[in-house]
């Protein structure tokens, strides 16, 4: 089942449980913005949930402090800012949004939909909204004030009325479905990964692959054998300058690949495969395959072996061919000579 936290400020608790209510999947609903917000993402991080939902300040926040699972932005929609407004208006109206990045572009479609002047100030972090209302209170008169649940701890601090942007239940409802799609694709490429992993790292072939900047990402456990060289050293480091007698760079560059050519590496001969990774006909990564050709041998004698210990031998000899002319006899004469060795001729 998909697990997904839903941090919102105090004023939306409710109506995101009621939401949530519309769902079948694990879905846990905690107050908290901005700091408090991001240590209980960390929380759920480490509870391996599949998504975070959060306002719009707060999922930056996310971001910037390096949480890894996905996290989607609760939408502010232009319905939200038409009803915060509403209620600004009842207080005075000289108004000025605050709005982070993400929530910008609504906040123009607004104003240029309606015609409407009102002051806009853009923000990136809780610092940032606390250092412009300071400067507001110094420059402007306005001393109203709409934006993210982080205002209503600054605002009135410095003499401001605040209005929380209103979000409504459809936004709410519209960001679960996003992180349960979102959930659902991060757990196929997480299966799709785990399973590369598996062939790759129990593959008795030496595996390596890189991206289109030439840096190594993979290097199985039989590639450390051929190549005498430790992953943990090898990951991360550019093709040329791990292995610049593959000349991997023209892979990339040309698109175009190798199979199965010889060559001699470490006073080994393999077998070396070089295929570039396409996608929309573009090279986004390369591949490399080694084989130990004398371990290929080995497996075609105890193939032979065994298929001689299991009665799978010849029904007819030499002996059994009649041959009359001299062309004829020279060709079985030469056939008893390569019989004499164990390669597949």
């Known amino acids: 089942m998909i697990k997904i936290a839903v941090i919102v400020p105090k004023d939306l608790v409710e109506t995101t449980k009621l939401a949530a209510e519309e769902f079948q999947e694990h879905i846990v ?24 939902i959060a306002r719009s300040g707060t999922k930056l926040l996310f971001k910037s402090a390096g949480i890894q699972i996905p996290s989607i932005s609760i939408p502010l929609t232009v319905r939200d800012i038409y009803d915060s407004l509403k209620d600004a208006e ?23 939909i309606t015609e409407r002047s009102i002051n806009i100030i853009e923000v990136d972090n809780e610092k940032e909204v606390e250092e412009k209302i300071i400067d507001l209170k110094k420059s402007s008169s306005n001393r109203v004030i709409i ?30 479905k996003e992180g349960i799609k979102v959930a659902k694709a ?25 991206d289109k900047n030439g840096l190594i990402n993979t290097f199985n456990s039989s590639a450390e054998k051929l190549l005498k060289a430790k992953g943990e050293d090898i990951v ?34 393999m077998m070396v495969s070089k295929i570039p990774i396409k996608v929309n006909n573009e090279v986004t990564d390369g591949v490399v395959m080694l084989h130990d050709i004398n371990r290929i041998q080995q497996m075609e004698e105890k193939i032979r072996r065994d298929a001689l210990s299991s009665g799978f031998s010849a029904n ?5 061919m009649v041959s009359y002319s001299q062309k004829s006899k020279e060709v079985i004469e030469i056939a008893k000579e390569y019989a004499k060795v164990d390669s597949t001729i």
């Open 236 to 269: 991360g480091k550019h093709i040329d300058d791990a292995f610049p007698q593959f000349e991997l760079m023209e892979v990339l560059d040309s698109g175009v690949g190798e199979v199965e050519v010889v060559k001699s590496i470490n006073d080994k001969k």
């Open 147 to 176: 934006g993210g649940g982080i205002i209503a701890r600054y605002g009135p601090k410095y003499g401001f009325k605040t209005i929380v942007f209103k979000t409504g239940k459809s936004s709410i409802i519209k960001a679960i």
């Open 186 to 210: 991060t757990k196929e490429e997480k299966k799709r990964g785990a399973r590369f992993k598996g062939i790759v790292e129990n593959s008795r072939d030496g595996i390596f692959s890189f």
């Open 29 to 52: 609903v905690e107050e908290g913005s901005m700091k408090i917000g991001l240590d209980l993402a960390k929380k759920y991080e480490s509870l391996d949930f599949d998504v975070l």
């Open 316 to 320: 007819y000899t030499f002996e059994d």
């Open 90 to 112: 009842e207080c005075d109206s000289k108004i000025t949004i605050i709005a982070f990045q993400n929530m910008l572009s609504v906040c123009r479609d607004f104003t240029d």
